[in-house]
C-alpha cells in the first residue's frame, strides 16, 4: 500500500536528487519526458542506465545508483515489474530516502527490501503526475 498523500507531498518537497532508472536518451519516451519535466521543477536527476555512456539531460549516466557521488533523495523506477528487485536492492545499499516505481509498475517483493531498507514506497504512480497535483499551489 502506497504512502498517503500528505506522505507523497512531504517526499516530493524535500527531496533535491531524483535517480532514474531506465531513463532513456531518446526524447520520445516517457522516462525522458518525466525526467525532463522533473528537471524543470527543479529537482537534479541522475540518470541510471548502464547501456547510455553519452549525457542525458546535461547529466552524467550510472549504471547503478550507487554509483551517484551525491546523496539520492528517490529512486524513481522505468523498468518492467520483473526486474524491480535488484532496483530496490541497489536503492537501499546507496541509501536512498524512497523508491518509486512508475504508473503500471508493481512488485511487493521489491517493495518489501526497500521498506526493510527504511526507504518509502509507492507503486503504480506518475511522479510527475503527483508532483504537479501535490505541488502545484507551491
Not at 90 to 113: F, M, P
Request: charged share 25%; net charge neutral.
Amino acid at each position: 500500500m502506497n504512502p498517503d498523500l500528505d506522505q507523497i507531498r512531504s517526499l516530493l518537497s524535500e527531496s533535491k536528487n531524483i535517480a532514474v532508472v531506465g531513463l532513456s536518451d531518446k526524447t520520445d519516451r516517457t522516462s525522458h519526458m518525466i525526467a525532463q519535466a522533473l528537471q524543470k521543477a527543479g529537482y537534479r536527476i541522475f540518470p541510471v542506465n548502464p547501456v547510455l555512456k553519452e549525457p542525458v539531460l546535461g547529466e552524467k549516466p550510472y549504471a547503478s545508483v550507487q554509483e551517484i557521488e551525491e546523496d539520492v533523495d528517490i529512486v524513481n523506477v522505468f523498468r518492467r515489474s520483473e526486474h524491480c528487485v535488484p532496483v530496490a536492492q541497489d536503492a537501499v545499499a546507496a541509501g536512498a530516502k524512497a523508491l518509486w516505481l512508475q504508473q503500471g509498475i508493481v512488485n511487493e517483493k521489491a517493495a518489501t527490501i526497500a521498506k526493510e531498507g527504511g526507504l518509502m514506497v509507492i507503486m503504480d504512480r506518475c511522479i510527475k503526475v503527483d508532483h504537479t497535483i501535490l505541488l502545484r499551489n507551491r
